[in-house]
C-alpha cells in the first residue's frame, strides 16, 4: 500500500492548523453574538480577540521565515487558545454560553490543540 505525499505547504492557509484555528475564531464569534449588549466590552470582544489570535499568531510566526520563531508564535497561538477555553467557561458559568453550540466549540478548541501541539513537537524534532 503506498502513502500519498504529504501536502505541499506554500502558505499559512495550506496549515491544517491554521484552518481550524480559523474555523473556531468564526465559531466563537457566531456564539458570541448573542451576548447581552452589557458584555460588548467585556467577555465579547475577550473572546473574539482571544480566539483570532490563535490563527493569526499562526500565520504570523509562518511569515517570520524561522523555525525558532515559528515556533514562538505558535506558543503564543496556544496560549490564546487557552485563554479563550477560560473565558469561554466564564461565559458557560455565567449563563452566556449554552445550548448546541457549547460542546462544539469545546471539541473544536481541542481539536486545534491537538494539531498546535503536533506541529510544535514536529517542528521541535527536526531541529534536533
Known amino acids: 500500500m503506498s502513502q500519498s505525499p504529504p501536502p ?12 481550524k484555528a480559523t474555523d473556531l475564531a ?8 448573542g451576548f447581552p449588549a452589557a458584555e460588548r466590552y467585556g467577555l465579547t470582544v475577550q473572546m473574539r480577540d482571544a480566539a483570532t489570535s490563535v490563527p493569526s499568531n499562526i500565520a504570523e510566526g509562518f511569515g517570520r521565515g524561522g523555525t525558532p520563531e515559528f515556533l514562538r508564535f505558535l506558543a503564543i497561538s496556544r496560549g490564546s487558545l487557552f485563554e479563550l477555553q477560560t473565558r469561554a467557561e466564564l461565559a458557560r458559568r455565567l449563563g452566556l454560553l449554552k445550548g448546541p453550540g457549547l460542546p462544539d466549540l469545546r471539541e473544536r478548541a481541542q481539536e486545534v490543540d491537538r494539531i498546535l501541539s503536533g506541529l510544535m513537537r514536529s517542528l521541535k524534532k527536526r531541529r534536533k
Not at 505541499?8 to 484552518?19: G, K, P
Not at 468564526?26 to 453574538?33: L, M
Open 26 to 33: 468564526e465559531k466563537v464569534y457566531r456564539a458570541t453574538s
Open 8 to 19: 505541499i505547504i506554500r502558505t499559512y492557509r495550506d496549515l491544517v492548523v491554521w484552518q
